[in-house]
């Protein structure tokens, strides 16, 4: 397949992130001697330990909260700048990702009056679900373990992604406080499903320990059955957790991978058409975006016609009310006729409302998707995914990153999605010269 983007060659990308994060130039951190055990245990347990290093068992730890998780940096590669580069991108699709959710979490259900009378302009606490400013809810939790599944495994495993979600709802794995608060009824009907179905396959292939269950070989899940949506479920719950999947894939010449995994990722909680084609869309603009494509081609009406003329959608046509989205329908809307609302489809259309109005600024356009009111913090989440690709993390309002709760963890797993996703990549065109 021929790529139709490619990254920019000559982008002037300032080195700075390393100003905002001095860790990632420090040497490893080494986890303390209580986590070190779990490691010793996860490892022997857990598929990934057969694959080569480096290995990446801290994101395997369900009782340590993100911000206090010790991890160590992915090694470095012969080509900084180009990681760098990358890295600007995907941190800043992941950080404007939680920015977005951190922002919208105080006003979540708001109705747009309310918003009319009391603006948002700045990150607070309280309000909803009684947060600290800066603390973000399930958006950037379920993304969390999307971005922790790529990366331990290597690359795609839906048995995987619903074992981190289950953890995340069951034992607040990847909660900024803990503990899951704010589960969606979709997701939470697909992990009832999930955790039925796992019952039924114990008994089935005469496991003993429920718990080995979250570990199976590769063999045994792949005989699993992870499309546990019930059909026609076409809320946003699978977009608002979308990132990891083009951000992992992204460094493929084609966006064929990261279209794909999008719609197979929201396949497991999210069974209906407009959700899954919703992710299958923004995952080609965020690939593309990540890749140096300019905003103006992004939001250009005929982007959708020429991916899918690149053979990036396969044979499989967006459905009827995606297509309208991604030729523009939303370059036509006043902001009355935008909904913010759970739907798929609304909240893909308010967000990129948002960044074709922001003027070229993060801060005007999360804002204004915020004081849409509604699905505040998913709305503001989806558009901080592709806004951050398109910017950059070094356009993103410094003091907001400060003070988003385990910034820092988020910028690592930013870098190991960058570090896995080249590995793929090469193993990949590996593959395909020796065949
Ligand atoms: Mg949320």
Redesign the pocket.
Known sequence: MVSIFSLPSNASVALKSTQIYPHLNNHTTFPQQHDRRQYDTLQSTNPSSRSESPSTPWLNLTDVRPADIQYEKPPSSNNPENDMRLFDKIHGSMIGMAIG?ALGAHV?FRPRAYLEQNPVSDMQGGGTWGLKAGQW???TSMALCLAASLIVNKNFNSYDQLVRYKWWWRKGYMSSIGKCF?IGNATKASLDEFVNRQHKFCELYKIKDFKELDQLSDDLSSKFDTNCSRDNVDSNGALMRLTPIPLFYCQSESGTYAVHFAGESARVTHGGQKAIDACRFYAALIYAAVRGKPKKELLDPQFYKQCFQAGWFGQKQLHPDIVQIAEGSYQKKNRPEIKAGAMAVEALEAALWAFFHDNNSFQVGVLSCVNLGDDT??VAAIYGQLAGACYGVEKLPLNWIQQIYAKNFIANISDWLRFEGAQWWEKKKNMRGST
Do not use: K
């Open positions: 959710d979540e809810t399930d958006d704010d913090d998913t």
